[in-house]
């Protein structure tokens, strides 16, 4: 028989065709006032762009992850995103569209998470971009400490960090820094950021219609990624006070972060999990820095980066200093991250 | 035999007994900033409460909708929420103790949801306070215009207009009101709005251990209650197009809503449901309320008022005028809603 219907398709859509053109058309609907959507080639630009002499940052991937990329549309964030079909890359030509409406003149910054189509698409952008006369860079964000090279990866995945860094890079271009101040803060911000997620359930995206993964009645997936890639160990369900440990400790120990340092800490929600169990999950997390010394001085708690219905949770902790906390607090007005506008 | 252990509890939790504890301590690692929470109590306080001259605004219910309510406790919103065990309601103590907390000698407003053991409880709680000398004006929210009397009702569930009903109170007696002042407000926030939602999925509670209700495969519920209570019908999933239909239509011909008003239009999730399907269920929204002549000026869309895990949504109307605009667009600061802050 196999999986039973509602596991396969149990969904507030239309048809599985139309899910992004329709999700990107209430976008539009709702966020008339912050973006120009271009629902057809998938392109979301922030509303006043582009912006004479600010660097234009952008960024994109596959649908299924929201609110990223495009709810961090806007203001002291993203000035455009281009979202592919689910779990699938966008093709340079929504890039290349991205880069030059938000290019004001000072160039344009790629934060590209490292999945292979996403990198060899988001090169492709670049030289054409470059082609055009925008100056490019690209930031490819590397900090999920679960596995070395993946389905569809080579090195480590992309994961939360992106979320920090698109917030971050997108203060600091905001502030009037320059292309290439804007492109080291984003590496900073990657070499200062481990990242590590697990599942309790798979995810079922609306073209295959069934799981994308099994997953047993009394298993867990630890290091698992955000397309339902296979993680470190497979594992029967455990207290949120051991999945925690599971997820923190690897997460420490690979940067390493130390007894002293300041942390952003960012607790998400994989799609399917309510807040409640996000907040016994930043409880534990919480005490387990406090036991290593760490302490947590920003944090960020809900979902933000997805994987459609998934049940889960990822940790990213970023290391902080003062540049990269001014840069978190800036004033960010954007449809998922709004705060001092 | 029954449900599989997967279906039974797959949660991110220590023990079902601690969930409330645990998720209640996570808030105050996290919003030390913001709040005040007496764990054991189970009372979440506004940090700066009480404040000299300002009315109080509380509320309280069972756990299991975050992050109503206490996500809405902070400057603009809820001076105080106490939350109960999961999908049950909060006892007189908590909500005499957060009267108590938040009274400024301006009084204090209790907004209850209407369900029986809240409006009992809140109902005690209120002459516990006045008993102290405390002004206290209660306000029963009943929006749902699903089903008239339900498990746990009499009369109309109150639903996605507590979390509006919040936010503009809250927005009110910040700006100084009175507490009829506020309590008046309230009551046309309530008379204004009007909601119905529908459930893909039910919900686990973690102390049941199993599904609250049934459903087939290719089921979904029209009317749920956020706690799983039944609604008008349980038919065979449809489109999105059709479920905004069937939740848009009763309650524009509820109120009734007419052509040419301006609404706030609230789309929310019940906590398993993805964001991606939410744009696409406003996308639906946003289309009948056009052809019924109906314009959104305000919107809201997320997870706010959830039944822990279940996948569905809920859609809320509210008609505005300039003053409830106003107090929409006045400055919040909680852990779920800020802006202009």
């Known amino acids: 028989m196999g999986a039973p219907t509602s596991i396969r398709m149990k969904k507030l859509i239309n048809r599985p065709e139309s899910v992004v053109h329709d999700a990107l058309s209430g976008m539009a609907e709702a966020h008339a006032d912050l973006l120009r959507i271009d629902v057809d080639l998938q392109v979301i630009v922030r509303k006043d762009a582009p912006i004479n002499g600010k660097v234009g940052v952008i960024s994109g991937g596959g649908s299924g992850h929201e609110p990223m990329h495009g709810g961090f549309v806007g203001r002291g964030m993203l000035d455009a995103a281009c979202p ?7 093709v340079p030509d929504q890039m290349l569209a991205a880069t030059k409406a938000v290019n004001g003149g000072a160039g ?3 934060i590209v998470k490292n999945y292979t189509g996403d990198v060899m698409n988001f090169e492709m952008a670049a030289e054409l971009g470059q082609a055009e006369n925008i100056q490019v860079e690209s930031v490819v964000i590397d900090d999920d400490v679960a596995v070395r090279d993946s389905l569809y990866t080579a090195g480590r995945r992309g994961v939360g960090a992106t979320v920090l860094a698109e917030k971050i890079c997108g203060g600091a271009a905001e502030s009037g820094a320059t292309l290439k101040q804007v492109a080291d803060i984003c590496r900073k911000v990657n070499a200062n950021a481990r990242s590590m997620g697990m599942a309790l359930t798979s995810c079922v995206t609306p073209a295959a219609g069934k799981p994308t993964f099994d997953l047993g009645a009394d298993e867990m997936e630890i290091g698992i990624g955000i397309h339902g890639e296979p993680g470190r160990t497979r594992m029967k369900l455990a207290p949120a006070s051991q999945i925690a440990e599971l997820l923190v400790n690897p997460i420490l120990d690979d940067l390493p972060f130390k007894s002293g340092d300041s942390v952003l800490a960012f607790v998400n929600g994989m799609g399917g999990t309510p807040l409640i169990e996000l907040y016994v999950m ?16 920003r944090h960020l708690i809900g979902n933000y980066i997805t ?3 998934m049940a889960g949770s990822s940790v990213t902790l970023l290391r902080l200093d003062d540049e990269l906390t001014r840069l978190w607090d800036e004033p ?3 449809p998922a991250l709004r705060w001092g506008v």
Chains 1, 2 share one sequence.
Do not use: D, M, Q, W
Not at 84 to 90: E, H, Q
């Open 307 to 309: 994987s459609l219905e």
């Open 84 to 90: 592919g079909a689910i779990f699938t890359s966008p």
């Open 282 to 297: 930043y409880n534990e997390v919480a005490r387990i820095l406090k036991g290593r010394g760490v302490t947590i001085t």
């Open 332 to 334: 960010v007005l954007t």
């Open 108 to 110: 344009v910054l790629h």
